[in-house]
């Protein structure tokens, strides 16, 4: 069952493309799963990550503030700033560029934990960067979307706000709870966590993709090339401002991973459940979904070979 659930979570990447060509191709596949799933299945995936998060992370947090406060500052910059920019510049429709901004303005991604591990990274700095962001993403997720976006649709900012506390912070601290006073289930199940949080992501990817393959198939090329190059310009810039800063190698690397990845089933959910009058706000998420699980695996394998 270990090998199974290792080699699963070591083909996430694969699993998710498979999983998305597949419900694009027959939507029927996942259409009897209503969207409202996708925010059980977030949950679960927090609940996982609070299981995996001990005292030592946050610990990191306070006796690395330096590192922390620079990559989030990277997080909730870069990528808000390079999704405006991106909608602006290939003119992107509203529902479009509302989808690519919600995108931009979510915490990191929990598998840019496991692909800083593969590239050899700072992992307890790309740990202490998910956790922080995740954290400070409903206050900053809702206002960042407010100001990008407020002028295009109406931005229930509260609402937004209630929604991440519901989806991602409570379901971080019932793992959290649950490692303080269930260690023994909590140890016994971890190992198996990557594998289980690949298959939820899956899962949700599915949804999103069934319920809205129509859009995408007549959405064309430019929405696609858009969420390309907001995660590769998003994993370049990270290591640039790394860089700029004189971090370590392997800091950077965790910063570039942090800022590229983003938590893109979040904005999905986000999308339906706020933006429900826009439904093709929902497909930039879908397809960041997909794309930075790819071009995840990829750039730990460009990092690996460059920093040997």
Request: glycine share 8%; with cysteine; net charge positive.
């Amino acid at each position: 069952m270990k090998k199974i659930c290792d080699f699963i979570a070591q083909w996430m990447g694969l699993l998710v493309l498979v999983v998305a060509a597949w419900s694009l191709l027959m939507p029927a596949s996942f259409l009897w799963i209503d969207t409202w799933a996708i925010n059980p299945l977030l949950g679960v995936i927090m609940f996982g990550m609070g299981l995996t998060l001990s005292p030592l992370d946050f610990k990191m947090v306070l006796s690395r503030p330096k590192d922390i406060l620079i990559g989030c500052l990277a997080q909730f910059t870069v990528m808000p700033l390079l999704a405006w920019f991106l909608t602006w510049a290939f003119s992107l429709p509203k529902e479009l560029a509302l989808g690519v901004i919600l995108v931009g303005c979510c915490p990191g991604g929990t598998a840019s934990n496991v692909i800083t591990y593969l590239a050899k990274g700072d992992l307890a700095l790309s740990v202490g960067m998910t956790a922080t962001s995740t954290l400070l993403a409903p206050l900053l997720t809702p206002l960042l979307v407010w100001w990008m976006a407020g002028t295009m649709v109406d931005v229930d900012v509260l609402g937004m706000l209630q929604s991440i506390v519901y989806v991602v912070i409570a379901p971080i601290i019932c793992g959290l709870l649950c490692q303080r006073f269930l260690p023994k289930m909590t140890q016994s199940v971890v190992p198996y966590l990557p594998a289980f949080s690949s298959v939820a992501i899956a899962i949700v990817v599915g949804i999103v993709v069934s319920h809205t393959a129509d859009k995408l198939l007549a959405g064309g090329l430019l929405v696609v090339l858009v969420v390309m190059a907001h995660n590769l310009l998003g994993l370049a810039v990270g290591f640039v401002v790394g860089f700029l800063l004189r971090l370590s190698r392997p800091k950077c690397v965790a910063v570039s991973i942090e800022v590229g990845m983003q938590n893109s089933g979040l904005a999905s959910s986000l999308a339906v459940l706020h933006f429900a009058a826009y439904p093709l706000a929902t497909i930039p998420g879908a397809i960041f979904s997909v794309w930075h699980n790819i071009s995840g695996a990829l750039v730990a394998k460009l990092y690996q070979r460059i920093f040997k």
